[in-house]
């Protein structure tokens, strides 16, 4: 135990060390805050949404009450959803940084909704945001390389190599217990503020636990990758250039490099490419017959087909109806977005396993619930909650059933925890 204190007296007398260190745990520190004062931000606002939909209700009520017609309700009246974030999101921010965690929608045709802001590809944001996992991924291996390029050629320049060796006790585990005592330290500096900050958070232990684990794996993949170096003989300059390099390759330009490939490799076309043909779609409907709109509706959707005919006048029913024909002639657009996106995620995640950078930033937004499978799984919810406003809504325009004020209230409720997929 002696040779252990020892080696963290030696360390803790470098003032260079022991500023690096100090550095590391003031950056961890201030990742962690920054991530929970966005995530902080995002939680207010999904706290503000239920006032503020009372208040928008209240007015729709007040303008369109004494009309009877269900349409006018499902035209005027926008319905929130919402995205929580997990407990362990701050640590990693992933798609909400670039993604809607909220979203106001109209019984109208969804895929313009969901995709009206879709006007760039976040998977072009490779760094993102100054959080924790930014912190591990790209800072982290920098001060691997400040303390553990010289270990043993700091010894050899200035003549204390031989008289060690002269010493009993083996060489290695010199070496060997002086790169532990940095490594944990390193380690320390990153992960007593994040456990403070989860354990703040109420994130569930086991979490803690695995976020400390992959923290733990990913400071021995490049401490290794510095004992490598300084197995081959170089001087102390040469050794803190080549691990630059290797973290410049492996951190940055690889990882981007590879983000292309798959991005040619996989071809998605833009989402607002899908809007515009829902769009289209519904602008044609304007100019064809009503009764080939209901006729294809009704092909689709038989359960209303006993509905009444349409007259003369203007019918909401006959709105809504052109409105999901126009959602149903790009639902193939939509699955093949969907697919080249989540083809493009798995190739992401399995680049993971070649390029720890990559695999560390997947795999804390995969716990966090921040990747894109979670950012999917928002629109599957919100998919889920707009087919159950259609439903409600077409009960009173296809069985012609007068809509009065306190129908409004009756619409359904969006539930981001139970909201499922609907069949296709």
């Not at 035209?75 to 940084?97: C, E, K, Q, V």
């Not at 965690?101 to 019984?107: D, E, K, N, S």
């Not at 490939?261 to 304007?286: F, K, L, M, S």
Request: charged share 20%.
């Amino acid at each position: 135990m002696s040779l252990w204190r020892y080696e963290l007296a030696l360390l803790l007398r470098s003032r260079m060390a022991v500023a690096g260190l100090a550095l590391l745990a003031a950056l961890a520190v201030a990742s962690l805050a920054s991530g929970l004062q966005r995530i902080d931000s995002q939680r207010q606002a999904i706290e503000r949404i239920a006032p503020l939909q009372q208040q928008d209700l209240a007015a729709v009520v007040a303008a369109h009450g004494d009309s009877t017609d269900a349409g006018h309700a499902a035209y005027y009246t926008f319905h929130p959803t919402w995205n929580p974030p997990s407990a362990l999101a701050f640590a990693a921010i992933g798609m909400r940084d670039v993604a809607p965690y909220v979203l106001r929608i109209r019984a109208l045709g969804l895929e313009a909704q969901i995709h009206d802001g879709d006007t760039f590809n976040p998977e072009l944001a490779l760094a993102g945001r100054f959080d924790y996992a930014f912190l591990l991924t790209f800072l982290l291996p920098l001060f691997v390389v400040a303390l553990v390029h010289d270990l043993r050629s700091a010894e050899t320049e200035s003549g204390r190599e031989r008289m060690l060796r002269s010493l009993p006790g083996s060489m290695a585990r010199l070496y060997l217990r002086r790169c532990a005592v940095r490594g944990l330290a390193l380690l320390a500096c990153v992960a007593l503020p994040f456990v403070g900050f989860a354990l703040h958070q109420q994130v569930p232990l086991s979490l803690v636990a695995a976020v400390v684990a992959a923290v733990a794996a990913y400071l021995l993949f490049w401490i290794v990758l510095a004992l490598l170096v300084a197995r081959l003989g170089w001087s102390s300059t040469a050794n803190a250039a080549s691990l630059a390099t290797l973290w410049v390759a492996i951190a940055l330009v690889l990882p981007t490099l590879s983000h292309v490939a798959i991005e040619r490799t996989i071809r998605v076309d833009q989402g607002a490419e899908i809007a515009r043909a829902q769009r289209e779609q519904v602008n044609r409907a304007w100019d064809i017959p009503r009764e080939d709109t209901m006729a294809r509706f009704y092909a689709r959707h038989p359960e209303w087909s006993d509905s009444a005919p349409l007259g003369d006048e203007f019918h909401y029913k006959w709105y809504l109806a052109f409105h999901q024909n126009g959602d149903e002639s790009v639902a193939a657009m939509a699955a093949a977005y969907r697919d080249g996106i989540e083809r493009r995620s798995a190739a992401a995640a399995r680049l993971g396993w070649l390029l720890p950078p990559v695999g560390m930033q997947a795999l804390l937004t995969r716990w966090a619930d921040t990747d894109m499978q979670a950012h999917l799984a928002y629109q599957d919810r919100i998919r889920a909650y707009h087919a159950a406003l259609r439903r409600f809504y077409y009960g009173y325009l296809f069985r012609d059933r007068p809509f009065t004020g306190d129908d409004y209230a009756r619409a359904p409720k969006f539930d981001p925890e139970h909201m499922t997929r609907p069949a296709r």
